[in-house]
């Protein structure tokens, strides 16, 4: 029998900019782990005047993490930091009581033809941590852990497994992990996981229990402990998840919270302008008029 018990086919999502491959939240499965939210932006090819604008935007009760493949973001938000995101780095900001931030194509590449590949994932963070103080984190490429095992090469991203720590500060156990190879590989690692997990292929595709599975394709475990799986040539793979919180966590719109009325005050605040400016920003994004989503 499979351990795969959902299968999660990309949607397509328009951000205003481009469309997106959307991954989290499911109607069958809203989280996975403290994972509530993942975006596959691209690969999308730019022309010397197509650029990305996420202009200003707020956030409460979550963690955010971008992750590129390819291409480059500069980002803006209201602690006053200004950092160009880079391919292998990792920027981690933390909403808690409130953030905003924008998202933009940094001014070198805006007059230039360019390529943009990577993932946007959203951690919501712990009750107790939910209305904590802003703050932001960014890690190099090469601070985070790597190694080779059964053939691929293995690259902690976030949180602990394998024995290994990620840099990247998370506020509960969680793991996210990049795994590559070039020759079929057969991998039993369930022992190190825990929680819930999901497995997302990027490129190429593995077999499990005479299934085979391809790109594009979230595949959510049933027990992350039994997690085993062959790997055709030349995939690669994000293995991620943790342990659920025991709460309820609601969305709306970038707002995420285990308390309804915690979302109700953002959406007041963001409407009367109330959050943080970030320096040198003066766009305003309406709120949308969406209903809630667990």
């Not at 981690?92 to 931030?101: D, E, F, N, R, S």
């Not at 985070?144 to 691929?152: G, K, M, S, T």
């Amino acid at each position: 029998m499979s351990n795969i018990g959902i299968i999660i086919e990309e949607r397509a999502a328009d951000i205003g900019n481009f469309l997106v491959g959307r991954l989290l939240p499911f109607r069958e499965k809203r989280a996975v782990g403290p994972f509530v939210f993942i975006d596959h932006m691209g690969p999308a090819d730019l022309k010397d005047y197509q650029n990305v604008d996420v202009p200003p935007h707020p956030h409460i009760g979550l963690s955010t993490l971008t992750y590129l493949f390819e291409g480059a973001i500069m980002h803006r938000d209201s602690l006053g930091t200004e950092l160009e995101i880079q391919p292998g780095a990792v920027n981690w900001m933390t909403a808690g009581k409130g953030i905003v931030h924008s998202e933009r194509t940094p001014e070198y590449l805006r007059h230039t033809d360019k390529r943009l590949h990577g993932l946007q994932i959203w951690v919501a963070l712990p009750k107790a941590l939910e209305d904590t103080e802003p703050s932001f984190a960014h890690t190099e490429a090469q601070e985070l852990p790597r190694w080779q095992q059964e053939n691929a090469t293995f690259k902690l991203i976030a949180g602990e497994a394998f024995g290994r720590k990620s840099p990247v500060p998370v506020y509960s156990p969680l793991y996210f992990i990049e795994i590559k190879n070039t020759s079929k590989t057969t991998l039993h690692i369930g022992e190190q996981l825990f929680g819930e997990c999901a497995l997302y292929i990027l490129e190429g595709g593995i077999t499990n229990d005479g299934n085979s599975y391809g790109t594009k394709q979230l595949l959510v475990a049933k027990d992350s402990t039994l997690c085993a799986f062959e790997m055709e040539e030349n995939t690669t793979l994000y293995l991620f998840g943790g342990e659920p919180f025991p709460e309820e966590h609601f969305i709306f719109w970038n707002f995420v919270h285990s308390d309804k009325a915690v979302i109700e005050k953002a959406k007041q605040d963001w409407t009367e302008q109330k959050f943080p400016k970030v320096p040198g920003e003066t766009e305003f994004v309406p709120l949308p008029m969406a209903p809630f989503k667990k």
